[in-house]
């Protein structure tokens, strides 16, 4: 493999990285008027490219803000955004150069986490990333979904003009807060794209907001696209569920039942949803609401697994010894004895031995050590471990970040 070097990338380099990105994505190149909105959530702080003669080839990207874990303490993250390497120059080490000068960096500015959404999931385990958190699609018909009577019910929800969402929606999400592992905090550098996300790049979005007896409390935006044609003119439009968060279950309630009385509209479809999200038991026939897909949504990499796995509570039950491999973070590489009074490094033999990437997808508790065991990931030395693990990093919520990034 070539030596590719790996350097931070300066305050003249931060359009061609990012247009280097989008060409990498397939996305058009950025115009002006694109670049004047969204540069600013484009900085060249923790950024690293590979150059040749100057111009990009290979660009990493990250931010940092704060991830939900279980038992509600927020660690620290680095959330990479971004990462590209130009198509007459892959399969040749770039990204591998740049993962691990990023990785040092994480751990040498003393971040547990990092986390990424993967354009394809077989790129990042080699580099530690586990596949942490899943999210589903799901398509409600419309009319024919009816919430039954004991959904909760109060509050109202008022629609907001553009202005007015651009300015609410960051504080309000804010005040709803982390309310599942695996969320996030979102730094004032991830909001001006927000004049896509929550106005939509024509002013399509529509941003509606719940409002309870302590004020707001809950938001969803969505737009409409509609599928009529001429041989099916009674198609109605499908509503797209873009962001919808709740700090209760009578919010969560209330902004579903306003989407489902939208009319005119034959499905409400929402992706990237909560597993457990409760919205088929809210119906009256179940069916009206299928899960049509369960993807990766969050890969988590434990940058200090020590600290990681302090950080988070566990269930009651007797502790149990992992060995851990970090191939990359070398320093990682131990024995951890796990149990309900928090992690520390131990010279005790192991019950379990992982990759640091397998550790990432049993972190927040999507997935239970008895199936990633069953799956190969997880090196069984002592049987009754498993179950032991299973009771220690079981979540009561399914764990979901809900941000694009
Ligand atoms: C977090 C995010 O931003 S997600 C967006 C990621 N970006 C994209 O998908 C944009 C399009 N793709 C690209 O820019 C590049 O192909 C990248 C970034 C995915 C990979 O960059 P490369 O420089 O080619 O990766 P690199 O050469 O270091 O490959 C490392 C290993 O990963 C494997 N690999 C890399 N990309 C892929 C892929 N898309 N599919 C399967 N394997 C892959 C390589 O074969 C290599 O395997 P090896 O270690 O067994 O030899």
């Known amino acids: 493999m070539t030596a590719f070097d790996v350097r931070p990338v300066t305050e003249d380099e931060r359009r061609p990285t990012y247009d280097l990105l989008g060409r990498a994505l397939h996305s ?3 115009s002006d008027t694109t670049w004047a909105r969204v540069g600013e959530s484009w900085p060249a702080a923790h950024k690293f490219g590979v150059f040749e003669r100057g111009a990009p080839i290979g660009i990493t990207s990250s931010f940092d803000t704060g991830i939900a874990v279980p038992g509600g303490r927020v660690l620290p993250l680095a959330a990479v955004d971004g990462v590209g390497v130009r198509a007459d120059r ?23 986490l990092a986390a990424l959404h993967a354009s394809e999931p077989t790129i990042y385990g080699r580099f530690g990333y586990g ?30 003009t553009p202005e007015e969402a651009v300015k609410e929606i960051p504080g309000l ?9 695996g969320m996030i905090e979102r730094p004032d550098l ?14 399509s979005h529509v941003v509606a907001v719940h409002s309870g007896p302590e004020g707001d409390d809950g938001y969803v935006v969505y737009d409409t696209v509609d599928t009529r044609t001429l041989d099916d003119p009674d198609a109605g439009a499908v509503l797209k ?6 700090a209760n279950p009578v919010a969560a309630a209330g902004l579903w039942r306003f989407l489902l009385s939208v009319d005119l509209v034959s499905a409400v479809h929402a992706r990237h949803r909560p597993v457990d999200e409760a919205l088929a038991a809210m119906l009256t026939d179940h069916r009206h609401a299928r899960t049509l897909d369960v993807e990766d949504d969050l890969w988590l990499r434990p940058v200090d697994v020590a600290a990681a796995l302090d950080a988070r509570t566990y269930r009651a039950a007797e502790p149990v010894v992992l060995a851990v491999t970090d191939r990359i973070l070398a320093a990682n590489t131990g024995h951890y004895e796990v149990g309900p009074d928090g992690a520390r490094r131990t010279d005790a033999a192991a019950d379990l031995a992982l990759d640091v990437d397998t550790l990432g997808m049993l972190y ?10 069953q799956a190969g990931r997880v090196e069984v030395r002592d049987p009754a471990a498993v179950a032991r693990a299973d009771e220690l990093f079981t979540t009561v919520t399914a764990p979901w970040n809900g941000t694009l990034f």
């Open 28 to 30: 058009n190149r950025v």
């Open 90 to 112: 892959t399969r040749r080490g770039v990204l591998s150069a740049l993962m691990a000068a990023q990785l040092a960096e994480f751990a040498e500015r003393g971040i547990p």
């Open 131 to 160: 596949s942490a958190a899943l999210a589903k699609t799901v398509r409600v018909a419309r009319p024919a979904a009816r919430l039954h009577d004991r959904v909760p019910s109060g509050g109202e929800v008022r629609m907001l």
């Open 173 to 181: 999400y804010r005040r709803i807060g982390l309310t599942r592992p």
């Open 190 to 203: 991830w909001w001006p794209t927000t004049h896509d996300r929550h106005v939509g790049p024509d002013g």
């Open 241 to 246: 569920v873009r962001d919808l968060h709740a």
């Open 364 to 373: 927040l508790g999507q997935w239970s050590a008895t199936a990633l065991a």
